[in-house]
């Protein structure tokens, strides 16, 4: 005779992860709730620094960009790595035309209000190299935050993170870069995007996230 314990057993567990899924998933909604004046608070900071972009703009362009672009470069690689790291995160979606988690180089200038990518004119702008730069400190810290994420229990950010990083790794290497900081760096892409498949294999394995999501 079948021994109805073993399925009572098998209950209280179903039961058991259903108590521990629905506590981790309002943890997670509390700590989205907190996420948003952050960002909110982000963007702001973000705004505030478009008045020294625009005296750097003025002074700069008053003399040869690429005798002294070497000077604002690194800081102004920076700052769009800041404003990637917060649209991505869901900030400054009124900047954004498109359906994309981060903003475009040129949805970047028209932020700033400074011009992008000049060929005909030796003025302040920013370039393409600098907007890659900052979107390859995008793929890295969010590498960082996708093993952080299941620290505080929220195990559908890595799986976004995880997609993400795929996408932007098959999409540099649709370049054809002549950059050799710039080709070197993307080169390193394919570490993040190995720790974020970690994350995810790990999560899969632990019973944490859908079967067959690790292979998303």
Known sequence: M????????????????SSVRDELH??????????????DQATKNI???MEEVGRLASVASQHPFYKYNG?????????????????WLGGLSEYKTSMASFLTIEEVGKLLNIPVNLKEQDAFHLTIEEYLLALISLVEELARLSVNSVTLGDYDRPLQINNFVKDMFS???????????????????????????DVVYDLSLRNLIPKGSAAA
């Not at 700590?31 to 960002?39: D, E, Y």
């Not at 000077?71 to 649209?87: D, G, Y």
């Open 47 to 49: 705004l505030a620094q």
């Open 71 to 87: 000077v604002w470069s690194r800081e102004l690689q920076n700052l769009v790595f800041s404003i990637e790291f917060c649209a």
């Open 26 to 39: 309002e943890i997670v909604e509390s700590l989205a709730r907190k996420v948003k004046p952050i960002l």
């Open 2 to 17: 079948l021994d109805h314990g073993i399925f009572e057993h098998l209950q209280a567990k179903i039961d058991e992860e």
């Open 171 to 197: 999409g540099f290497q649709l370049l054809n870069l002549k950059n050799d900081i710039l080709r070197k760096r993307s080169d390193g892409i394919k570490y993040s995007v190995k720790k974020a498949e």
